[in-house]
C-alpha cells in the first residue's frame, strides 16, 4: 500500500448553473497550498471544471473526488444519471447533445470531454444507460512536485 | 503590495470593518491594529474606500515639499482632466496648470497613448491566434492579481509598457531634460507604479500625489484660464479612464477587426480571468481589466463622482480615427522600441503550507479539521476575513484557536463547568460528617 492520499469531496447538484465553478475553484486553492506546479494546477481545474459542467447539465448532479498522491492527482466523477449511449461519439469535439436553451447559455460546444483528454495524462469514461456515468482522470506531477514560488524582495 | 497603501496606525481602532473588503484577503486585525500581508495586496484600495477612520491611506508624496520646488514637472493620470466641468479639455488644464508653476507633459500623453495602442495593434495582428487574447498592463492591481492568484495567465500579459511611462520618455528623449517627474494618480496601483514598478527596475517618475490632491489644490488657487492655448493634439488617451476606452483606441489602430472584452470591477475582473484560465475565451483577441467600477475614474484617489466623470467623456466628441500624421508618428516610434517592457512579468504565487507535498498534505488536514470545529460564519471577530482564512493562519503558526470567540466562549463555559464542579466539593476533612448527615436526612 501506498501513502495515504489527501481526499477532497464535492457534491455537485444538477441544474445549478450558479454554482458551476465552485468545485473547481476550490480545488484550485486546495492545489496551490500544496505546492502543486501552476501549469498542473490550471490543467487539474479545467478538468474538473469541465466534469461539474456535465453533472449540472447532463446527469442531474453526482460527485467528484479529488485524491491528491505524492506524484499524481487522481479525479473520480461519477453520476446516476441517464448515461452515455456512444462513449467514442460523446469524446468526439463538437459532438454535443445540449438543447438550445442551453447552448444559449454558453454551453454545449461539445468540448468538454475532449478538454479534459487534452488536460489529462490519462482518462478514463465508463458508462450505462439508464445507471449512470463514472470518469477516471490522473493527472502526474513533474519528479519534484513542490515549486519554490518567488519570495517577495 | 509595495507601498500604494499605508496604515495610520494612531487612527485605526482595530475595528476589523476593512478585513471583508480585501479581494485577496490580505488584511488582518490583531492587537486592535489593522495588518496588510504585503505578499497578498494587490493595492486596489477598496480598503481604503470603507475605512471610516482614514486609517488606511492612499500613499502620496509629500504636497508641500514638492509645491515649494523651483519646477514642478507633472505627469497627470488622463482621470485628471475629466475630473472638474470647466476644465474638461487637458488644454484649459494645461493653463491652470501653468498658472500654478506647474509644468504639465499633456502634449506627450497623446503621443504616448497613441504609441501603446499602436504597438499592441501591432502585437495582436503578428501574434498566432492560439497565444490570444493578451491581457492589457494597464491596470497595475490587476497585474498583481494576475501574478498572485492566476500565475498561468502571466505569459499572456502584452509585452507594451504603460502609456504613462513612455509619455516620460519620450519628454526626456525631446527635451533632454532630467527633473524629477511627479505623477498625479487615481489609486494605490499607479502610485506603485512609480514607486516600485513591474516591468522595468524603476519607473521614469519619482514622486506620486493623489489626483484629488492635485485637483483640490489647483481649485484653491482660482486660476484664470483664457482658453486662448493652441489647440492640442487628439485626446483619445482621456478615453483611457473609462473601461473600454483602451480597447477602442487600440481598434483605431488596427488593421483587422478585433474582438475585445472590457470589463471593470475586481469581481468582473476575476470571473473573467478565471474563464480565462479555463480555456473558455477562445476567439478573443484582448482583455482589458480595471479593478476599479467604471475603469480609473472610479479610482479612490479622484474627487469627481465616476458616473459625472463617465458623462463627462460621453459628452466629448473624440477623433478615433488618426491622422496619416499621427499613423505615421506612431509607426516611427513603434520601430525605436520605446514601448517594450524592459522585463517580463513573473508569477508570484503564495507560498505553499509546507516545503514539502507530505508535510503540506499533513497541514491540509489539520487546518480543515480546524476549520470544521469553527462556526462557519465567517463574523471577523478574530480579526481575519473568514473562518477558513482563521483555519489557515492557525496552521501557518499565525494564530490559535482561541482567536476564535465562539471557541474562547466554548473554553471559558467549560472551565467555568470546572469551576462550578470544583466549587461543590468539600474538603476531605469534613467529608465523612457531611455524607453522614446526608445519610439521616435519607433515613429519617
Ligand atoms: N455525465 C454525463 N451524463 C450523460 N451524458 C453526458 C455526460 N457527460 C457528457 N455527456 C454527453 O456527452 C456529450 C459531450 O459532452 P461534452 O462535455 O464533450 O460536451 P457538452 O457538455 O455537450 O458541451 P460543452 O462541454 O462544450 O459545454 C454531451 O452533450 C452529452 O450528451
Ligand atoms: S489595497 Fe486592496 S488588496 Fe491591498 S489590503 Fe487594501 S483591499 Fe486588500
Ligand atoms: S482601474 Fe485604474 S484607478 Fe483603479 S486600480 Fe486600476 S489603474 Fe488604478
Ligand atoms: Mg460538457
Not at chain 2, 254 to 268: K, W
Request: glycine share 8%; net charge negative.
Amino acid at each position: 500500500m501506498g501513502p495515504q492520499p489527501y481526499v477532497e469531496r464535492y457534491v455537485v447538484q444538477g441544474g445549478v448553473f450558479d454554482a458551476i465553478g465552485e468545485a473547481s475553484t476550490q480545488l484550485k486553492s486546495v492545489l496551490k497550498m500544496l505546492g502543486i506546479p501552476s501549469d498542473i494546477t490550471r490543467r487539474a481545474t479545467v478538468v474538473a471544471y469541465e466534469a461539474e459542467m456535465n453533472l449540472v447539465i447532463h446527469a442531474g448532479g453526482g460527485e467528484i473526488t479529488a485524491s491528491v498522491f505524492p506524484d499524481r492527482l487522481e479525479l473520480f466523477v461519477r453520476d446516476e444519471g441517464p448515461g452515455i449511449p456512444d462513449i467514442p461519439l460523446a469524446m468526439k469535439e463538437g459532438y454535443s447533445t445540449a438543447t438550445d436553451e442551453i447552448r444559449e447559455m454558453g454551453f454545449g460546444a461539445g468540448m468538454g470531454l475532449p478538454n479534459m483528454k487534452r488536460n489529462s495524462d490519462s482518462l478514463d469514461v465508463r458508462s450505462e444507460v439508464g445507471k449512470g456515468t463514472s470518469l477516471f482522470a490522473v493527472i502526474r506531477f513533474p519528479s519534484d512536485p513542490v515549486q519554490q514560488p518567488v519570495k517577495e524582495g | 503590495m509595495s507601498g500604494g497603501v499605508i496604515v495610520q496606525e494612531a487612527r485605526c481602532r482595530g475595528c476589523a470593518k476593512c478585513i471583508k473588503s480585501c479581494p485577496t484577503e490580505a488584511l488582518r486585525v490583531s492587537e486592535g491594529l489593522v495588518r496588510i500581508i504585503p505578499e497578498l495586496c494587490i493595492d486596489c484600495g477598496e480598503c481604503v474606500r470603507v475605512c471610516r477612520e482614514k486609517a488606511i491611506q492612499l500613499y502620496e508624496d509629500d504636497w508641500q515639499l514638492l509645491r515649494a520646488q523651483k519646477n514642478l514637472v507633472l505627469m497627470a493620470d488622463p482621470t485628471f482632466y475629466v475630473q472638474v466641468g470647466a476644465y474638461a479639455r487637458p488644454a484649459l488644464m494645461k493653463e491652470a496648470l501653468q498658472s500654478s508653476g506647474i509644468e504639465d507633459l499633456t502634449e506627450y500623453e497623446a503621443a504616448a497613448y497613441d504609441i501603446t495602442a499602436y504597438a499592441i495593434a501591432k502585437l495582436l495582428e503578428t501574434e498566432s491566434r492560439e497565444r490570444l487574447p493578451f491581457i492589457s498592463t494597464y491596470c497595475p492591481a490587476v497585474l498583481r492579481l494576475i501574478q498572485i492568484n492566476f500565475p498561468e495567465l502571466v505569459g499572456r500579459i502584452v509585452p507594451v509598457e504603460s502609456p504613462l511611462e513612455i509619455g516620460v520618455l519620450l519628454w526626456k528623449q525631446k527635451t533632454g531634460r532630467d527633473d524629477p517627474v511627479t505623477m498625479a494618480v487615481p489609486c494605490p496601483a499607479k502610485t506603485t507604479l512609480v514607486h516600485a514598478p513591474e516591468g522595468r527596475e524603476k519607473s521614469t517618475m519619482s514622486y506620486s500625489i493623489s489626483v484629488r490632491r492635485l485637483i483640490r489644490d489647483i481649485l484653491a488657487g482660482s486660476p484664470k484660464v483664457t482658453g486662448s492655448l493652441p489647440a492640442q493634439p487628439n485626446r483619445r488617451w482621456l478615453h483611457w479612464s473609462v473601461s473600454g476606452g483602451e480597447c477602442r483606441h487600440i481598434q483605431a489602430f488596427s488593421e483587422r477587426p478585433l474582438t475585445t472584452i472590457s470589463v471593470s470591477g475586481l469581481r468582473n475582473t476575476k470571473d473573467l480571468l478565471t474563464e480565462l484560465e479555463l480555456g473558455r475565451l477562445s476567439g478573443v483577441d484582448y482583455i482589458e481589466c480595471r479593478a476599479c467600477d467604471l475603469g480609473c475614474i472610479g479610482g479612490v484617489g479622484t474627487s469627481e463622482s465616476r458616473f459625472l466623470s463617465q458623462l463627462r467623456l460621453d459628452s466629448i466628441q473624440f477623433e478615433w480615427t488618426p491622422t496619416d500624421e499621427e499613423r505615421l508618428a506612431a509607426a516611427s516610434r513603434f520601430e525605436s522600441d520605446v514601448w517594450r517592457l524592459e522585463k517580463p512579468f513573473t508569477a508570484k504565487q503564495r507560498i505553499p503550507l509546507a516545503e514539502n507535498l507530505k508535510e503540506a498534505m499533513d497541514k491540509l488536514r489539520t487546518m480543515n479539521a480546524i476549520f470544521s470545529e469553527l462556526p462557519h460564519i465567517d463574523c471577523g471577530s478574530c480579526g481575519r476575513p473568514s473562518c477558513r482564512a482563521l483555519s489557515e493562519d492557525i496552521v501557518r503558526g499565525h494564530g490559535e484557536m482561541t482567536d476564535c470567540i465562539f471557541k474562547l466562549r466554548e473554553r471559558i463555559y467549560g472551565l467555568s463547568a470546572e469551576i462550578h464542579s470544583l466549587s461543590g466539593k468539600i474538603p476531605h476533612t469534613f467529608r465523612s460528617q457531611v455524607i453522614h448527615d446526608h445519610e439521616d436526612q435519607r433515613f429519617v
